[in-house]
């Protein structure tokens, strides 16, 4: 049984020069704006406010690092999730855009401690262009020891019709609710087993 002993807020970053030292295994998280990035890491971490989220999809103009502490039989372990800027939505010029993107960019094919890319989708919303032109994206560019895991959120919105269709199209599928906490624990699982081999 994994639990989360403790996670906490590290830095914000706005370019790769301000990131934390390289070193310890990251989690990097992916996805559109407004697909629930802040909410699924509380929910990982059981910590109500730990990143924040907003009701302006593409807010988050920062890459945020968060430490977290596991514990499995005793034993402590330690990685950093990583909420990165949503793509997307957000109202911003041109150029401020792609000053984002770039430092999206450079973070994503250039970090060597990135372990896994959690390419989070929305569950209501499973078939979208840019959903699949960035996992294609992230497939072309992960390296050897990098996996990308895919997580579909807001669960609980779903029909048991709309479940299976997922689960049809995409057989590994994590399907998760931030709200109800249904598949937290598998998505934690899976984390943790991608980043140090070891099942709960």
Do not use: C
């Amino acid at each position: 049984m994994i639990k989360v002993k403790n996670a906490f807020f590290v830095k914000s970053a706005s370019k790769m020069e301000e990131t934390t030292p390289e070193g310890m295994s990251e989690v990097a998280f992916i996805g559109r704006s407004n697909v629930g990035k802040s909410s699924i890491i509380n929910a990982l971490t059981n910590k109500k406010g730990l990143a924040k989220s907003s009701s302006t999809p593409g807010k988050t103009r920062l890459i945020n690092f968060f430490q977290i502490i596991l514990d499995k039989d005793g034993e402590s372990y330690h990685a950093q999730l990583v909420d990165l800027p949503g793509f997307g939505y957000a109202k911003v010029s041109h150029s401020l855009k792609a000053e984002w993107q770039k430092n999206l960019t450079d973070y994503i094919k250039k970090r060597v401690s990135i372990r896994v890319f959690v390419h989070l989708v929305d569950s209501r919303h499973p078939f979208l262009e840019i959903d699949q032109a960035v996992h294609t994206y992230l497939s072309e560019i992960v390296r050897p020891d990098q996996t990308i895991l895919r997580i579909f959120t807001k669960l609980d919105k779903l029909k048991q019709s709309e479940i299976s269709l997922i689960k049809k199209n995409y057989p590994d599928a994590i399907l998760v609710s931030s709200s109800s906490k249904k598949g937290v624990d598998k998505a934690l699982d899976a984390i943790f087993l991608t980043l140090f081999g070891a099942e709960s």
